[in-house]
């Protein structure tokens, strides 16, 4: 069978945009999982500076039903993405009215919302809410002692700016986002690694006092992007190398709140919408649920009806794979925020034979310069991806994706629109 016969769920890195049209158009019981910073709009460095293309948001009314989010960011606040949505239609009330909001999960699984911008919190705490909203203050704190203690020879007053774009205060996934001072010491490798350190400091510091507060198996530090987790199953942090800012987003988020369990819990409201039933109960909550893969993997096996299972195509930006020599022998630290949920979307393809599809949007022309763009290579007058976004070493990384757009989030949204152009027809 030659490449192009291939089924996509088969392929690997297939720039076959058509073939994924096809599929997103005709399929009947299609399940799309998405990401957003990189996937439908560009990566900034200023979370409020982001926009979304109204053509694209249209075109996701289109596959109601079938399209659902999965982010670690907000749906609401001021760095949330509903304020991007309603500035794309300069008109709140029609954008709640006629329901242009994006449904699904965010701060990783833990805010749910439905098309009208409808907000909840499954299984979080009031005590968590509040300890929550009370990080800010601590990472401003923090960014403040170290400033303090380190003279870089800044003015203060860009000091305070810097800081004050840099605190990101997400209601459930309060955030040190350090992209403007990657910038800011560009030429000063070392100082910036310095406050990468600090900020990790600061985060296990967090930790430590919610558990002094009763709070100890409520919160864990997600690392964006990074080199997947060590043996106590904690996130390793990437550290910066030259212009590869390494770790940029310190998240402090609520256990549970991963995506790859998130994605049980879009599962289990798909399944509703078309039987009637939620299989994992209507109070399911992504806090209760195992985090192991064959564990999850066998809840599903338990309790989701085979015959009613969808075609899940998940589509995400954020996946690496680095090489680590100990005395020279290469392992390799494989992560990414999307990596979790992409992997998990494709075992359950195999599992049930759906033909589960996995997109790499290469997201490297963005302003944040921590991905690896793909490299292309032509042969013929035919284009094709060389490499991948992981350490071509990397041979036997589990993880394989299908379908892969170059051209990043633009290429990606003109493709989605036709397939739901076609769709509608």
Known sequence: MSISSLPLHKCS???????????????????????LDGVCMGLVKDPLTRVMDKNYIDATRL??????????????????????????????????????????????????????????HPGVSEEELDFLARVPQYIKASFDDFFVNNNHNLDERAIATYIEGSILD????????LNIFHDVFINQESDYFELQKHIKELMNDLLKKA???????????????????????????????????????????????????????????YYYQRTGNYPLGEDFSVRNAPRNYHQLIALIKD??????????????????????????????GRGGSDRGFLQLIQEMGKEFNTGNIIVYIDSSAGEVKNRK?????????????????????????????????????????????????????
């Open 373 to 425: 763009p793909l490299k292309l290579e032509t042969n013929n007058g035919q284009m094709y991806v060389l490499e991948g976004p992981g350490d071509p070493r990397d041979q036997n990384d589990p993880l394989t994706l299908n379908v892969a757009f170059p051209g990043g989030h633009q290429q990606y949204i003109t493709c989605f629109q036709e397939a739901a152009k076609q769709r509608k027809q």
């Open 63 to 120: 596959f109601n039903g079938h399209f659902y989010v999965l982010t670690n960011g907000e749906h609401i606040g001021k760095r949330g993405v509903n304020l991007i949505i309603e500035r794309a239609y300069n008109d709140r009330n029609v954008v709640k009215e006629k329901g242009y909001y994006l449904p699904g999960l965010a701060a990783g699984g833990v805010q749910w919302q439905d098309r009208y911008g409808k907000v909840s």
């Open 303 to 332: 309790n989701f009806d085979p015959e009613q299972m969808p075609t899940v195509v998940g589509v995400g930006d954020t996946v690496t794979s680095k090489a680590v020599d100990n005395n020279g022998q290469l392992t390799f």
């Open 13 to 35: 890195l297939s720039l076959d945009h058509q073939k994924l049209i096809n599929v997103l158009a005709n399929e009947p019981n299609l399940l799309i999982i998405q990401d």
């Open 170 to 177: 997400n209601k459930v996934s309060p955030t040190a986002n």
């Open 211 to 269: 558990a002094d507060e009763g709070l100890k198996d409520s919160f864990f530090i997600h690392y964006a992007p990074n080199l997947g987790r060590d043996q106590t199953g904690q996130e390793i942090m990437q550290e910066a190398k030259g212009k590869d800012s390494g770790t940029t987003d310190f998240q402090f988020m609520l256990k549970g709140g991963i995506k790859e369990v998130g994605v049980l819990g879009i599962l289990n409201r």
